[in-house]
C-alpha cells in the first residue's frame, strides 16, 4: 500500500512499514531506543513488534498504565523521569506503540524532553491510525479538559500496520470507525455512503488508508489550524465536551472517544440543519447511522447543564464565542459557526427523541 | 536605540519597547491580555509597566513564587490551570514580566497551552536581558536537572527596559554581567576587554545592546544548536553540574546562574588551556576577571565528585559522550571537545589553588 507523504514525514503501511522502520533506524544511529508502550500494549502488541526489527540497539521499554484518565502531566513527568535516569539523550529516539494516549503523551513528552528529541508512532487503535497518525498534534489532559496541553510537532515517521486491530475489542474498533464516518461526513459523500453500510472490520486497510488520505490532505493545507483543519472538529466541539463531562463524573459508565464524537456528530447535525441548512432528511440518516452503530447516551437535564459549561473550554474559541463547525450538505462543511444557546438545548432534545 | 531583529520577532529597547508594545496590543486584538509576574516583580515592575500600556484591555495578572526552585512543571501546571479558570483561549496573549524563572517558564506554558498561545518577554533582570532575550529556549527543571523539559518557540516581542535593573540587589546584576563576559570570551576579545574593567554597572545599555545582538547573530546562525550555537554553552556544561548541584544540596548556600556559571568558566578554561591551546596567561587573566568578581566556590572532594556525576544529564551530550564548548583562546571557542575523566578533576585542582 503507498505511502502517504505529510509535511516533514510520511505514514508507511503493513508490508511497507517495518522496512521503512529498519532503515531508517539504520540510518539514524540514535544513542538509545525508547519504547512507550501502556499496560495493553506491552502484552499484545510489543513481542510481535519488536520481532520485526532487525539489528542490535539499545532499546529501553517504558510501560504507562492504560486509559484516558493517565493522559496527563503527572504521566509525563514520569516518563520524563524514566527518560533522564535511563540516561536519554538529544540523539534518542522515541517510539510510541499504542492507542491515541501513548501517542499524544509520548509525542508531548518527546517534543519536550531536552527540548525535543526525535519519536515515531506505532498507532495500534483504529482511532489512533486514522486519527491520530498525521497532523502532529500532541498533548495531555488537564483535568477534565481534554488536550489541554500539548504541542504541534511531526513525527519522524508514523507506521500503521493494521494485523495490530486483531488485539482490539469490537467497541474500541467501533470507536475508530466514527472518525472514519466524520471524514465521510465532513469531505466525501460517497465514503460515508460506503461506510455507512459497512457491516464488517475484516477489510479495514484500504478505508484506513482513504481516512489518512483524506486528514493529511486537509492538514497539510492548513498545518496549524487557521480554516480548513477547523472541519475535522465536526462532531468533536460537544462531543469533546460530552466526553470530557463523562471522564469525570463518577456516576456515569466510561464513554470512548467515538462513542462522544458519534453524540457529537447528531447533536451538531442537528444545528447543521439550523443553521447552515443541512437538509432534514440527511440530518435523519445521520442520527439512524450512528444510534445503529452506537448505544443512545443517557443525558439527565443536570448532565446537560454542565456539559454546555465545559463548551467554555474549547480550544477553537476566541473572545467568548463557542465556534462550531457544522455542515452544509453530507460532503460539505462550513467553518465558525455562532450556535445561539437555545439551539444546544434543542440539539439534545432532538437527539434523545 | 535600535531594535534587534531575530527570526520571527524584534527585541525593542527603552524608549522604543513600550511604543511597539501598545502598537502591536491595538492591532492583535487578544481576547485578553494575562501578565505573569513573580511576587519580586508584582511589587516592583508591574505598576510602571501597567502604567505605560495606552488602551483598556482584559488584564488579568498571574503571580508565582520567585526563584528557580519553583521552575518547575508543578507551577506550569498550576498557571496552566489559572488560563484555564480565567477563560484564556488561543487568541490570549501572555506577557511574562521577569527574571529567566518567569520568562523560561512562561513561555513554556505559552507555548504548550492549549497547543501554544502568543506571548511577549519583558525580562527584568540583567541576566533574563543579556541571556533569555533571543534564543527562543524555554522550559522548567525537572528535580535537579535544569532546563530538561522545554520547547524552542520564539515569543512575539521582547522588551529590554533598562530601568528595571534599578529594582536588582548588586548581587543580581554581577550574575547576569556573568553572560556578557561570556559574550567575550567566546566571539569577541575586544568586549572581554571593555568588560573586564567595567567598575560601576550604571551605563550598561550600550553593553546590553551588544551583548544582545552577539547572542541574536549566534542563534540566527544555527537556531537548533547544530554547532555555532553551542558556543552558548561556554563555561556551562560545569557550570550547570554546579548550580544544579548547589540548587539541590540543603547544607550549602544558593549560587546565582552567573556565579555558577563564573566557577565553570574559570574550570573550561582550565580545560581549554590543556586541550585546545588556551595561552596560560590568557587562562590566568580569566581566573583573575572572574575570582575577583565573584567569591570563590568551596567545593569538598564528595561535592566534586556528585557534580561530576551530574555531568551525564548535560543536554548536549550524545551516546554517552560529554560534549565540551572550549576556547582557542579569548575570543575563539571549539565546540565538540571530548574531556578525559582525569582532566574534570585537575580543573576543580586548578580551580581551588
Known amino acids: 500500500m503507498k505511502s502517504i507523504t505529510s509535511s516533514s514525514y510520511a505514514v508507511h503501511f503493513n508490508e511497507t512499514a517495518y522496512t521503512e522502520l ?4 539504520k540510518k539514524a544511529n540514535y544513542s538509545k531506543v525508547f519504547i512507550l508502550v501502556d499496560e495493553n500494549t506491552h502484552n499484545f502488541c510489543l513481542a510481535p513488534f519488536m520481532a520485526e526489527i532487525e539489528g542490535d540497539y539499545d532499546f529501553e521499554i517504558i510501560e504507562i498504565e492504560p486509559g484516558e484518565i493517565y493522559k496527563n502531566i503527572e504521566t ?12 536519554a539523550d538529544r ?12 501517542t499524544d503523551l509520548g509525542g508531548f513528552v518527546a517534543s519536550t524532553f531536552k527540548r525535543g528529541i526525535d519519536f515515531i508512532n506505532v498507532p495500534t487503535t483504529l482511532l489512533a491510525m486514522v486519527d491520530a497518525s498525521v497532523g502532529g498534534k500532541t498533548g495531555v489532559d488537564l483535568g477534565a479538559l481534554k488536550n489541554q496541553v500539548g504541542v504541534i510537532n511531526q513525527p ?14 469490537e467497541r474500541q474498533l467501533h470507536s475508530g470507525f466514527a472518525e472514519m ?8 459523500a460517497n465514503y460515508w455512503n460506503d461506510l455507512k453500510i459497512l457491516n464488517n472490520f475484516t477489510q479495514l486497510d ?19 489550524e487557521q480554516n480548513l483543519r477547523k472541519i475535522l472538529n465536526y462532531g468533536h466541539t460537544l462531543g469533546h465536551a460530552v466526553e470530557s463531562y463523562f471522564l469525570e463524573s463518577p456516576e456515569h459508565e466510561l464513554l470512548l472517544h467515538g462513542e462522544a464524537i458519534a453524540a457529537g456528530m447528531i447533536l451538531e447535525g442537528f444545528l447543521s440543519h439550523k443553521l447552515t441548512g443541512l437538509p432534514y432528511t440527511e440530518l435523519e440518516t445521520i442520527k439512524k447511522v450512528f444510534l445503529s452503530r452506537y448505544s443512545k447516551v443517557e443525558f439527565s437535564k443536570n448532565d446537560i447543564t ?14 467568548g464565542n463557542i465556534n462550531f463547525v457544522l455542515l452544509k450538505k453530507i460532503g460539505e462543511p462550513q467553518i465558525d459557526v455562532k450556535v445561539p444557546q437555545e439551539l444546544l438545548e434543542q440539539a439534545f432534545t432532538y437527539y434523545k427523541e
Open 22 to 25: 529498519n532503515a531508517h533506524l
Open 76 to 87: 509525563c513527568t514520569q516518563v520524563w523521569e524514566v527518560l533522564s535516569e535511563l540516561d
Open 91 to 102: 540523539k534518542s529516539v522515541l517510539i510510541n506503540v499504542g492507542g491515541g494516549v501513548v
Open 156 to 169: 519522524v515517521m508514523v507506521l500503521v500496520v493494521s494485523s495490530f486491530l486483531q488485539t482490539l475489542e
Open 181 to 188: 464516518l466524520k471524514h465521510g461526513l465532513i469531505q466525501d
Open 206 to 224: 484500504h478505508l484506513i488508508h482513504h481516512s489518512v488520505t483524506i486528514k493529511n490532505k486537509v492538514v497539510l493545507e492548513d498545518p496549524t
Open 306 to 319: 454542565e456539559i454546555l459549561k465545559l463548551l467554555k473550554f474549547d480550544k477553537k474559541n476566541s473572545h
